[in-house]
């Protein structure tokens, strides 16, 4: 099922289209990835989502309702550009912002002991907000944007000023979301964190769709006939495909990345090496959705 | 759209919510703290002080006096606060004896012609003060004008018996046929007072406004609060949880400059009755006080009070919004200044007009100004100490509500969108542009 769905929005700053006709339906209980590059649109599209600036055209709907305010305050929101009180202490601010969401300040309390610890802040509860790293400061501003146990989460890019371990420790964090029934929509440009998260993708690049749909769809659809052969011998100078690299492995062993011309089954692929070569490992190439992305925003491709 | 109660206790929910952190925030900083105990032990000072002086410099002054004219034989007669001694050495011989001495200050009377007193001196180490000058002086005068009298054949004490003396007492009349015994004086230092009050307050609030606005924009909290409430609501939040600040002090200070004035009364009459019967210069100053004080009576100060409080709140509403809305398209303080100045004229301009209004607190300029809302608040506390007429007030206070909910309702439009701007350069035209941009 749907729980979002964006239907041809547009929306123009002076003399600069931000977006331009955006179409997209974003499924229940996943965990979906507004991918692209910088200044593509994708904060845009979800401060309009959240309705903190409005479209020009078209409209959204959750759960088939057209968007409204009340249901926007429901959402947990981590905006891209995100800061907290500098002068206020952690756990005063953690409690502000949660009970700005509704909660009632025992629940609160209970909650957000419960998320530095897991944060491994627990010890900052009485500390100034200035006080604090910038990777502990986004760690008490995702708390402030889940506490609420919100089912949309829509998270603008997450990871940005993370170390490596605490991106990891966020992730996680999301993925237990998701499994917990929550939807979660999270833009970036930094496409490591995608293979690993996203059920679904969508690219925008200045300001249009270029694709979306399921990740796992969207590489079968771009896989190329690309396979990696590791073999002994001398490949065979056959028109049916082109060696796009070669290298020598240990001894006489070699590998060679090579790409088909017409699609074929596998194993049809696997007769016309093995009269010439001996074949010691053979898998196909699946293109990684950064490659897919970069072949598809480069300039070339336009 | 269908009203829900439910819902507006919400919003009302989260509106008090931000109030009461922007209350909390200003309310617990040590600059608030400080502030709210040392204007009152300030103004204190300000009344304490000069009096205090006034007491102790005045006493244990001696003075020589050298009359070479023959004419001022006794007329410096020595008290308990000032000693005179007459001595016949030669000036000179006195000046630089006068240096090793502990003597104030040496009076020198030349020999003079009674049509053309001159030449007269005081030698001293250090300044004198003026009331000591002033003194020396009008003894002198005094003693030269009877003898100028004796001279024209005309006695003094026969001049004196024509001498009149006369109080003019002021006496406002009330349409209820009562009267009330008034003095513009007080009502002068009255209506300053208020009008400075009003005027600080709403610059100082203002300007609170302003950068806890800035603040929370650079911060970049405010995209995350956003998420949560519309920017009118945090706007209002943040106006009003700051003029609840303002009012907190304001309470305070009363309370505050009440409570230490007592304690200045009391520790000083004792003191201030012996003077009074000492001095004759002091007890006409305390006639004077007493005048004033029972002058004050005639001034409504109820009304005063209640006028300043709905002329703060209603002022502060006008020009928080305001400087909510300058807060909002700037990025920082330096930003904020080329909007500061046009925002802030009227202020500026009520403030200069103060001493026009006073020449004529009932003329057509001091009326209008205090109808005008962004100039009523300061204009109009400085005329009703002399007596406002109540159309006059209600007309007054309608336009200033009138006022802060159009200046609201800018605000807000222009604040919804600037507070999601960053680096961009904010002129007028962007500015209208915002307030002009649909919801």
């Known amino acids: 099922m749907d729980l979002i769905k964006i239907d041809h929005i547009s929306k123009a700053y002076s003399g600069h289209q931000a977006l331009s006709d955006i179409s997209l339906t974003i499924p229940d209980k996943s965990i979906f990835g507004l991918l692209g590059p910088n200044g593509a649109g994708k904060t845009t599209l979800i401060r309009i989502i959240t309705k903190i600036i409005q479209q020009d055209q078209g409209k959204v709907f959750l759960n088939k309702e057209e968007i409204t305010y009340d249901l926007v305050r429901k959402i947990g929101y981590l905006p891209e550009e995100r800061g907290l009180y500098k002068k206020m202490k952690v756990g005063e601010q953690l409690i502000y912002l949660s009970q700005l969401k509704g909660l009632s300040r025992t629940e609160a309390v209970k909650r957000i002991k419960i998320w530095l610890e897991k944060l491994d802040l627990k010890s900052w509860w009485n500390k100034n907000v200035e006080d604090l790293s910038k990777g502990m400061a986004q760690k008490v501003q995702f708390i402030a944007t889940v506490v609420h146990e919100p089912k949309l989460l829509i998270l603008d890019e997450p990871f940005s000023g993370f170390d490596p371990v605490n991106a990891d420790l966020i992730k996680n964090e999301i993925l237990e979301l998701r499994d917990k029934g929550a939807t979660i929509i999270f833009s970036t440009h930094r496409m490591e964190s995608v293979e690993e998260l996203c059920d679904n993708i969508a690219l925008i690049n200045q300001s249009k769709k270029i694709l979306d749909g399921s990740v796992k769809q969207i590489k079968e659809e771009h896989k190329q006939g690309q396979y990696i052969i590791d073999y002994t011998g001398t490949l065979p100078t056959k028109e049916s495909f082109d060696v796009l690299n070669q290298t020598d492995l240990e001894g006489d062993l070699k590998r060679a990345h090579i790409k088909f011309h017409e699609a074929s089954k596998p194993n049809d692929l696997i007769a016309q090496l093995i009269g010439s070569v001996q074949l010691f490992a053979f898998s196909e190439k699946i293109p990684t959705i950064n490659e897919i992305f970069i072949s598809k925003v480069s300039p070339s491709h336009e | ?439």
């Not at chain 2, 000032?82 to 009076?107: C, F, H, P, Q, R």
């Not at chain 2, 230092?189 to 302003?210: K, P, R």
Request: with cysteine; hydrophobic share 50%.
């Open chain 2, 1 to 439: 759209m269908k009203f829900s109660f439910q819902k507006y206790l919400q919003v009302m929910n989260k509106v008090s919510l931000i109030i009461f952190r922007e209350y909390l925030t200003r309310v617990k900083k040590k600059s608030f703290i400080i502030a709210t105990f040392l204007g009152p032990i300030l103004m204190g000072a300000v009344m304490f002080l000069p009096t205090y002086f006034a007491l102790n410099t005045q006493g244990n002054q001696s003075f020589q006096v050298i009359d070479e004219s023959g004419l001022m034989g006794a007329v410096f007669v020595s008290d308990d606060e000032v000693s005179y001694e007459y001595i016949s050495t030669n000036l000179d011989v006195a000046k630089s004896d006068l240096l090793e001495s502990d003597v104030d200050g040496l009076i020198y009377i030349p020999d003079f012609e009674l049509n053309e007193p001159q030449g007269f001196a005081l030698y001293g180490a250090s300044n004198q003060s003026i009331s000591t000058l002033s003194s020396i002086e009008n003894t002198l005068e005094l003693h030269i004008e009877s003898l100028r009298l004796l001279a024209s054949g005309l006695d003094k004490e026969v001049i004196d018996s024509f001498e009149a003396h006369i109080d003019l007492n002021t006496i406002n009349l009330s349409n209820s046929g009562g009267e009330q015994e008034s003095s513009s004086g007080a009502a002068t230092i009255i209506g300053y007072i208020a009008s400075f009050m009003i005027y600080m307050f709403v610059f100082i609030y203002g300007a609170m406004c302003m950068r806890g606005v800035i603040e929370e924009k650079s911060s970049r909290i405010v995209e995350i609060v956003l998420s949560s409430v519309k920017p009118f609501e945090l706007m209002m939040g943040k106006v009003i949880g700051i003029a609840m600040v303002g009012l907190t002090q304001f309470v305070l200070w009363i309370l505050l400059t009440a409570g230490i004035s007592m304690l200045i009364s009391v520790f000083m009459s004792p003191e201030a009755l012996e003077m009074g019967a000492a001095n004759s210069e002091m007890s006409s100053e305390a006639d004077m006080m007493a005048t004033a004080l029972s002058a004050l009576g005639g001034i409504n100060m109820t009304l005063v009070l209640s006028a300043f409080l709905f002329y703060f709140i209603g002022g502060y509403l006008l020009y928080g919004a305001l400087f909510a809305a300058i807060g909002s398209a700037s990025d920082s303080d330096a930003d904020a200044q080329q909007f500061m100045v046009p925002v802030t004229a009227p202020l500026i301009i009520s403030i200069i007009s103060l001493s026009l209004v006073l020449q004529d607190p009932h003329g057509s300029v001091s009326f209008w100004m205090s109808i005008i809302p962004f100039t009523s608040p300061i204009i109009m506390m400085m005329r009703i100490p002399f007596g406002v007429a109540p159309w006059e007030l209600i007309l007054s206070m309608f336009m200033l509500i009138l006022g802060f909910l159009f200046t609201l309702w800018i605000a807000g439009r222009i604040y919804r969108v600037g507070i999601l701007m960053h680096g961009t350069k904010v002129n007028w035209k962007i500015l209208a542009k915002w307030f002009m941009t649909s919801d």
